[in-house]
């Protein structure tokens, strides 16, 4: 495994947890801590997208008639385009 050193800043929340998480002996060192809980949180957003993916697999193989209708396609922006012309009347 290669390893990239690099500069970071954090901020005193981030850095704390790090530390605590080397003072608890979960990991030898603050740089270690950092890697490995970017590793776990790699690992979760992998997880979420195979499931996803799954998911979206299973409901496109359905038959047609299996599928739930969604509601009016008109009503699908209604609450974004209601934001736009709020801030719109605002400037």
């Known amino acids: 495994m290669s390893v990239q050193k690099q500069s970071v800043s954090f901020t005193d929340t981030a850095y704390t947890f790090a530390r605590e998480l080397v003072e608890a002996g979960e990991y030898p060192n603050v740089s270690a801590a950092v890697s490995g ?49 709020a801030m719109a009347q605002k400037t």
Do not use: I, N, Y
Request: aromatic share 2%; net charge negative; charged share 35%.
């Open 37 to 85: 809980e970017l590793a776990k949180a790699k690992a979760e957003r992998d997880l979420e997208r195979t499931l996803l993916e799954a998911e979206l697999e299973r409901r496109l193989s359905l038959p047609l008639d299996q599928w739930e209708p969604v509601g009016d396609a008109a009503g699908v922006t209604k609450g974004a385009r209601a934001h736009l012309a």
